[in-house]
């Protein structure tokens, strides 16, 4: 470390928060760079407070770190004072545990959250000294691999990265190390030739249909610990995953579609991983974590076990997002035990025939018994999730939104009891890969700025509602990478060469320099996000096999048109393909009574 201090010491005091490079942070495994036989640096695209809270590399991190042949190191996107430092020093990027070179580590991982952070990728492997074209790397070179949601479309980044993580990397990431492991004195092709038959593998230089990976989750491969910002990061609370996948499965949702089946934890993991998680960093919140944390079957037993075990501590719960079907008062009164957790639940659309459209399976009814379970409770501020631009909408079904405000609002008067301030979030609707509506164009902006006007022409009437919504061109940008092709890639890289850094963050988007390259480039991006593709013709994302069959994504499209939904499948299997092309199940915890 003091070797380190000694040679950024100019760069680390001329910085803004230094404490974001020096790395040591309490929990951090610091293995030895030297003695591990494969080493691999977890590059987090964006900055060290978003990435250090990361669930997805704090697994990789934890199991990578668990095997005695292997060492995990972690990296984030520095920001741009320190970038330019680093060029006017002429230094490079490194682990911030090991303070060795990324270019040195045998595998950088990037994790693929966000399309608008490819840019990034291109900067960090530039920081690194690693050529930018995978083509032009050679044996001296860390092979580099990508996972996480973007990665179901790898068409736009493929130039770039060696190697994709298709699905759960748990398993997947001992078998490419171990792999490399016996093999690492071939030739770079030979490895790479290797590794590209791994399942859940996506090698663009040795391209096959790739199946997803499936893990079910066991105890051993959650973390306990992880390392603990030096500074407040987005998440600062312990973590148990409770449950992997979604059977809802409303249309638009690429989480839901990409995840399933449904594995659930059981209930005594649960709490052990909690009570240890808690115990091991000192967090004084922990977090049920799921893409629906209140479907899980024994949510209201779990967290009243872990209420008793944490009773007079000041330590609470955090259920991240909830089913307004599945709210109940007795859950309500479960969560406030401590200090009252925030709500958030996502009804997405304000009206029934909306939420029939996107397969919600969600009532008005239901929505308002939730909040009122919570207003009851005391509970006075509701952050609520809404799209706009969904496929098939109307103009009444965003007026939808503010209506269903005025009825929660007209619910509380009558009952007595306090209106609750009501945050909305407001996105614009993303054709996402592996969807139902991933055929579906995107309304342009001009037409989901009507819309946001339209909206907030009813604001004065819901005065306790704060309306926050997405940005239109931000969202027409994702919509464009997401689905784009292999074409994608040149974009992408005179966008990196033109100084596009950290586009993750809005304020650093440069659209004139969007707009500019895409019409040199001969790119309409505001048209491939706005057409609706004929759900027959070849996709860039044919070439990744999620298990679900392309027939029963199109029944559902056919369906939405109608407002017809479908029984989520943890009611009823509706033959979505997963299970019989996967040779897997979903998997339920048994229903405990205390
Ligand atoms: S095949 Fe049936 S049970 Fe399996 S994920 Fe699809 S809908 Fe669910």
Not at 189 to 214: A, N
Not at 302 to 307: F, H, M, R
Not at 327 to 351: C, D, N, R, V
Not at 534 to 559: A, F, M, R, V
Request: glycine share 4%.
């Amino acid at each position: 470390m003091s070797v380190f201090l000694d040679e950024f010491a100019l760069i680390l005091s001329s910085c803004e928060r230094p404490s974001r490079y020096i790395g040591d942070e309490f929990l951090s495994a610091n293995k030895d760079f030297n003695a591990a036989k494969v080493r691999v640096a977890f590059v987090f695209p964006d900055k060290y407070e978003i990435g250090i809270s990361n669930f997805g590399h704090k697994i990789l991190y934890h199991i990578v770190n668990s095997n005695p042949n292997f060492m995990a190191d972690r990296a984030y996107a520095p920001d741009k004072d320190f970038l330019e430092l680093l060029s006017k020093y002429d230094k490079k990027l490194y682990g911030l545990e090991s303070k060795k070179p990324l270019n040195s580590f045998d595998f950088l991982g990037f994790a693929l959250q966000y399309e608008m952070s490819y840019t990034t990728i291109l900067k960090l492997l530039e920081f690194s000294d690693i050529p930018v074209f995978s083509s032009a790397r050679s044996e001296e070179h860390p092979i580099i691999f990508a996972g996480g949601p973007c990665a179901y479309n790898p068409a736009p980044i493929s130039e770039f990265i060696d190697l994709f993580i298709i699905g759960d990397g748990e398993e997947v990431i001992v078998e490419i190390l171990d792999t490399y492991n016996k093999i690492k004195a071939s030739s770079r092709d030979d490895i790479l030739k290797e590794l590209s038959r791994i399942e859940g593998v996506y090698c663009p230089k040795f391209p096959k249909r790739t199946t997803k990976r499936i893990f079910i989750p066991n105890k051993e491969s959650h973390p306990t610990k992880s390392p603990i910002s030096h500074f407040v990061s987005v998440h600062d609370r312990a973590t148990v995953e409770i449950r992997r996948g979604c059977g809802r499965l409303c249309r638009f949702c690429q989480s839901a579609h990409t995840n399933l089946p449904v594995r659930e934890r059981n209930m005594d993991d649960i709490i052990s991983l909690a009570c240890d998680y808690v115990r091991n960093t000192g967090y004084d919140e922990y977090s049920l974590l799921s893409l629906s944390s209140n479907d899980h079957t024994n949510i209201e037993e779990i967290i009243a076990v872990l209420n008793d075990y944490f009773k007079g501590s000041g330590i609470n719960v955090s259920l991240p997002s909830q089913r307004a079907d599945k709210f109940s008062l007795k859950l309500a009164q479960l969560m406030q035990q401590e200090k009252k957790a925030t709500i958030t639940i996502a009804p997405e659309a304000g009206s029934q025939r909306m939420r029939d459209v996107i397969n919600k399976n969600l009532t008005q009814e239901q929505i308002l018994n939730a909040v009122l379970s919570c207003v009851r409770c005391g509970w006075d501020k509701i952050k609520f999730y809404f799209i706009i631009g969904l496929p098939f909408e109307q103009d009444e079904d965003v007026l939808a939104i503010a209506d269903l405000i005025k009825t929660i609002n007209f619910n509380c008067k009558n009952e007595g009891l306090k209106i609750p301030s009501i945050t909305c979030s407001i996105s614009v609707f993303v054709p996402k890969p592996h969807t139902p509506f991933g055929w579906h164009g995107q309304n342009t902006i001009a037409e989901i700025e009507r819309k946001k006007q339209l909206l907030l022409s009813r604001k004065p009437e819901i005065k306790n509602a704060k309306l926050n919504f997405h940005s239109p061109r931000v969202s027409q940008l994702e919509a464009y990478f997401t689905r784009a092709g292999i074409e994608a890639g040149k974009f992408i890289y005179q966008l990196y060469k033109n100084g596009s850094y950290l586009d993750s963050w809005e304020e650093n988007i440069d659209f004139d320099l969007y707009s500019s390259l895409a019409e040199k480039l001969g790119i309409d991006f505001a048209k491939e996000a706005c057409t609706t593709f004929d759900p027959n013709c070849e996709i860039p994302w044919d070439i990744i096999n999620t298990g679900i069959n392309k027939q029963w994504l199109i029944g559902e499209y056919e369906k939405a048109k109608l407002a017809h939904s479908t029984i989520p499948c943890e009611v009823k299997c509706s033959n979505c393909g997963v299970c019989t092309n996967l040779k897997t199940k979903k998997y339920y915890d048994k229903k405990v009574n205390l």
